[in-house]
């Protein structure tokens, strides 16, 4: 265990943890806005794997990263509409919808797969971007400045978020029709469009969240994603809504299962032990989860579909 506790492997362990959390952020802070709109997604993870392949198949074919992230957004976008169209438009049951949208990812990527790849190739992965001169103080720089891009975009996203969510028009609408639609409507905010605009902008992030663990790892597989996106999605919970909150969420379970990982690798945790470690992330969230839930209300139209009288 003292092999652990050295500077070297609890360095590797938070830049790791940083790195982890990026999907998870990505996915957590599009599912708030949909959230705070009133409109719960179960089909973050689905949305998750189908951007992650999409990124994948295009940066295979162009060898461009760019373009599957682009790709990525553009999927989280298709899907945003689709969803958007059976929630807010047909109203269906969100809770079914979603696990629906989430089954539908998880065999249309397996399907593509296998007819368009079939056998595992590797693409190249995100490179590490280093921010000159941060990067080079001691400790700080490689826990916080040695990261990929998407990283820094995950991150810049927290105040961008809470900025449009809490000080704009466009905010205070979505925050309006997550509360009170039926008062949102008799002041002239068009409800289910605010809500179509969050879906979408939702879904996007779910989208590249995908794409970012696909460029990542540099390879994609089936279920990818491995329940990252319902976690993302009960992180949405653990922050309260709240941006900064959704953030700490993602940076504990990061940093969490880059522990475990580490553990694994130094060889300190082996064979049953291992598997049960393996599981400490998600029951921590959960945990975590029960405790702060207690403590905080969701949007008061949460899950509830909007519908003008007359």
């Keep these: 265990m003292s092999d652990f506790f050295t500077a070297t492997v609890l360095v590797a362990t938070l830049a790791s943890g940083i790195r982890?959390?990026?999907?998870?952020?990505?996915?957590?802070?599009?599912?708030?806005?949909g959230q705070r709109s009133g409109v719960l997604n179960l089909g973050v993870e689905g949305v998750m794997l189908i951007g992650a392949y999409a990124a994948y198949i295009t940066a295979l074919r162009t060898g461009s990263s760019l373009a599957g992230v682009l790709a990525a957004l553009a999927a989280g976008a298709a899907m945003g509409i689709v969803y958007a169209f059976i929630t807010v438009v047909m109203h269906a049951t969100q809770?079914?919808?979603?696990?629906?949208?989430?089954?539908?990812?998880?065999?249309?990527?397996?399907?593509?797969?296998?007819?368009?790849?079939?056998?595992?190739?590797?693409?190249?992965?995100?490179?590490?971007?280093?921010?000159?001169g941060l990067a080079d103080l001691p400790v700080v720089g490689e826990v916080l400045f040695e990261h990929s891009v998407l990283t820094y975009v995950a991150f810049a996203l927290v105040p961008v978020v809470w900025f449009v969510v809490n000080r704009t028009t466009f905010g205070l609408n979505i925050r309006a029709v997550g509360e009170t639609p039926e008062a949102a409507d008799t002041l002239g905010v068009r409800v289910n469009v605010v809500r179509t605009w969050a879906i979408i902008i939702g879904n996007m992030m779910a989208g590249l969240a995908g794409g970012t663990l696909a460029l990542d790892v540099g390879i994609f597989q089936q279920n990818l994603t491995s329940g990252q996106g319902f976690i993302a999605v009960a992180l949405v919970y653990f922050g309260a809504w709240r941006s900064s909150g959704v953030m700490a969420g993602a940076l504990l379970f990061g940093v969490v299962s880059s522990t475990v990982l580490q553990l694994k690798t130094l060889g300190i945790?082996?064979?049953?032990?291992?598997?049960?470690?393996?599981?400490?992330?998600?029951?921590?969230?959960?945990?975590?989860?029960?405790?702060?839930?207690?403590?905080?209300?969701?949007?008061?139209a949460l899950t509830v579909p909007f519908e003008r009288d007359g």
Excluded: H, K
């Excluded at 539908?104 to 296998?114: E, I, N, P, S």
């Design 269 to 300: 945790i082996v064979g049953a032990t291992s598997t049960i470690a393996a599981m400490a992330p998600a029951v921590l969230t959960i945990v975590v989860l029960v405790l702060v839930s207690r403590r905080i209300g969701a949007p008061a």
């Design 20 to 33: 982890l959390a990026t999907p998870f952020l990505f996915a957590a802070l599009g599912e708030t806005i």
């Design 95 to 132: 809770g079914i919808s979603g696990i629906g949208i989430f089954l539908f990812g998880l065999g249309f990527t397996d399907l593509l797969f296998r007819t368009q790849v079939g056998t595992p190739v590797p693409i190249d992965g995100l490179g590490s971007a280093r921010i000159p």
